[in-house]
């Protein structure tokens, strides 16, 4: 069986050595070193650089030999030619696993190739496991935050994994999920992948069980038939979501210059993922709204829809929309209709969509959502229009023509009345266990933090989203892979 303590070096170290420490603000030896010790490290971290002396107030060690303690990972930040003959001293205390910022290697020419080479030759005669060279960092949750990243924003924790042949794509991706409160289990920047690449971290995230979803970004693969295989275990268990860089000419040129990456044929690496059942992202804002929907609601494998709207507008192009994506939108049965003429207005549209023609009153939304979830075969609903509500009682509020305390109670009545109606779905997605994705207007992305109808969902952990087309894109994409899987279990 394959050793795998390598990752418990690199994920779960008990001690980090920081070789290259620096005091001087500009240099990734200052900033990845503070990260590491702002994001709230328990373990013991040892600055080392051959000068000593302190950083800011924490002892500098002038060489790993006189490190006090033993140390599982090391973290590089050392000019280019200097690396080979840290590996070497890495070896003789006994490291296991190092992260290699250092750029300039196999990415730049031929000279730095055969560098690269050099370093591996080293690290694999000690037994020691590489993350790059030529990489922005590291990042483990659990069970002691490891920031060993560029990125200087604390990071959640949560069950997104993340491995990016690029860095700056790495730290994109994590902002986004930040901002939407999910979480991040491990974040790999795999560099130039001279000794552990993408198929290795597939591998190890199948059985990681801090990780319940992971993003990929890739632009060439050096292991093709191996990370197809990988991917076909792992995306039984969880799934992968992957967006593809150097899809075209000019791009697979930037990809080689990079990360030193092949980026292949693209055909032949859609055909591969559709096999695999990964689930493509055009862009990273697909990525995250995937992601998000699967985190944050119960699987469906059918694709039976129902839309509740609070205008006819967005009913009618998410129709459109959930037909072009092969999703369904089964008509209403006559029983279900006069189920719904109850307690709805007699203008509303009597067909899915369900137009409700902004509907004076929580229930109604509500009701209808369970009237739909007890008495159809529908396998999710769309729930759209929110967020004017609130919109429209904080411009009262805000309005220089309008007494504040004329408005007050009203535009409180009409805030706390959508809160509810929040409260409500969240509850409804646990009782009934079956997606309703919220759709949430623009405007209310936009209102301050404390009355933000997007940031409370997020904190209740269901994900909404913007506009139908992105919502309809995380379903479709949500849908097929979880009808896959079934299919393959």
Known sequence: MEDRSHYQSLFEPRAIAFIGASTTPT????????????????????PVNPQGGTWFGREIYKGLADVPRPVDLAVIVVPKERVPGTMRDCAAVGIRAAVVITAGFSETDAEGAALEREV??????????????NTMGVFSASPSPVQAVMMSTAIKPGGVAIVSQS??????????????????SRLISSGNEADLKVEDFLEYLETDERTKVICLYVEGLRQGRRFLEAARHVALKKPVILLKGGTGTVGAGAAMSHTGALAGSFAVFRSMCRQANIIPAATIDDMVDVAGLMLSQ?????KRIGIVTQGGGWGVISADLCEEAGLELPPLE??????????????????????????????????????????????????????????????????????????ERPARTMIDAEM???ELVVKQIREFNKPIIPVIDLVAFDEPADGNIVKHLDREGVMSYPSPEQAIRAIAGAQEYFRKRKSRA
Do not use: C, Q
Request: proline fraction near 6%; glycine fraction near 10%; charge should be positive.
């Open 420 to 422: 509810e109606l929040l």
């Open 27 to 46: 240099k990734w030896g200052f900033n990845i070193l503070h990260h590491l010790y702002k994001g709230g490290y328990a373990g013991g971290i040892y």
């Open 334 to 407: 006559e029983r279900v209709v006069a189920m719904l003429d109850r307690f709805l207005p007699p203008f509303w549209s009597r067909r899915n969509p369900i137009d409700l023609v902004a509907p004076g009153k929580v229930s109604m939304v509500t009701d209808a959502i369970e009237t739909l979830m007890k008495h159809t075969d529908l396998d999710a609903i769309l729930l759209l229009g929110l967020g004017y509500m609130t919109a429209r009682a904080r411009r009262w509020l805000d309005s220089p023509v309008l007494p504040i305390e004329a408005m």
């Open 120 to 133: 591996v030759s080293i690290a694999r005669e000690s037994g020691i496991r590489i993350v790059g060279p």
């Open 167 to 184: 860095g700056n794509l790495g730290t994109s991706m994590t902002y986004r999920f930040n901002r939407r409160e999910i979480g991040i």
């Open 298 to 302: 119960p699987e469906f494998t059918g």
